[in-house]
C-alpha cells in the first residue's frame, strides 16, 4: 500500500489541478480544459445513444415485426465489451475525439433500449385500449400513451447510460486525445504517478454524479408531476 498516495497529498494535487499555485507544472490549473473536452464528448456521445435507442425501443416493445427484426442483431452485438471494439474502431475511424465518442454511444446504447423496450412492455394494455376508444391515432398513442406510461423505464436507462458514458470516456479517450480525463489519466498511468490518477477518478466521478442531478432535474422539468423513478 506504499505507493498509494496520503489523502493531504491528493487534496494539494486536486487544488492545483484546478486553481494552480501550488506545483506549478503542466499540470496545474487544466481541470477545466479537461473537463470541458471530456464532457462535450460524452454529452455527444449519450445524446446519440438516446436519439437512437428510445425511438428504437419504443418501436420493439410496441410491434412484433420490429422486435422481431433487430432482436437478433441487438443480442448478438450488445454482449461485445466496448474495449473489444477499440482496435476495429482505430481502423476505421483512427485516433481522436470521433472514436471516442462511437465507443460512448455504443456503450450507452444498449441500457437505453433495453429499458425502454422493457417499459414499453409494461404499460397496461387497458391504457391503450381506453386511448383507442377514444379515437386517439396510432402514433398519438404512442407518443401521447405509450411514452409517458413509459417514462420511470425510459429515464432508468438513460441514467445507466450516462453513468456508463463517463465510464467508457477513460476508454476512448487512451489514445489520440490531448484535452480530456481520459487523456490525463493515461498519461499519469504511464508516469506512474496514482496521485493524478486518483484526482482523475475523484473528477470523473464529480463529473458523474453531477451529470446524473442535471439530467433528473431537466427531466422533471420536462415531465413535471410525472414520477420518474420506479417504485418498488
Given amino acids: 500500500m506504499a505507493f498509494l498516495p496520503e489523502p493531504a497529498q491528493v487534496a494539494r494535487l486536486l487544488w492545483d489541478f484546478a486553481f494552480g499555485g501550488v506545483f506549478d507544472d503542466a499540470f496545474s490549473g487544466t481541470l477545466w480544459q479537461h473537463l470541458w473536452a471530456s464532457t462535450g ?10 436519439a437512437l435507442a428510445i425511438p428504437l425501443g419504443v418501436l420493439m416493445g410496441r410491434f412484433r415485426l ?3 427484426a433487430f432482436d437478433p442483431a441487438v443480442n448478438l ?12 474502431v482505430l481502423l476505421i475511424i483512427g485516433f481522436g475525439t470521433q472514436a471516442t465518442i ?38 398519438n398513442v404512442l407518443l401521447k400513451v405509450i411514452v409517458p406510461a413509459s417514462t420511470p423505464g425510459i429515464v432508468s436507462g438513460l441514467r445507466i447510460g450516462l453513468g456508463l458514458a463517463w465510464v467508457i ?64
Fill in 102 to 139: 462511437f465507443l460512448i454511444t455504443l456503450s450507452a446504447f444498449f441500457p437505453i433500449l433495453l429499458n425502454t423496450l422493457s417499459a414499453v412492455r409494461e404499460v397496461p394494455p387497458r391504457l391503450v385500449e381506453a386511448a383507442q376508444m377514444l379515437g386517439t391515432s396510432g402514433a
Fill in 169 to 232: 470516456l477513460v476508454l476512448g479517450e487512451s489514445n489520440g486525445i490531448e484535452w480530456g480525463l481520459g487523456s490525463m489519466i493515461t498519461l499519469a498511468r504511464e508516469q506512474v504517478r496514482t496521485d493524478r490518477v486518483i484526482v482523475g477518478m475523484i473528477v470523473i466521478g464529480f463529473a458523474g454524479f453531477l451529470s446524473d442531478r442535471i439530467l433528473l432535474h431537466g427531466l422533471r422539468g420536462i415531465f413535471r408531476r410525472r414520477p420518474l423513478v420506479r417504485s418498488t
Fill in 41 to 50: 464528448r460524452v454529452l455527444a456521445g449519450f445524446g446519440l445513444a438516446a
Fill in 66 to 68: 420490429v422486435h422481431a
Fill in 77 to 88: 452485438f450488445r454482449p461485445i465489451p466496448a474495449t473489444a471494439w477499440v482496435p476495429l
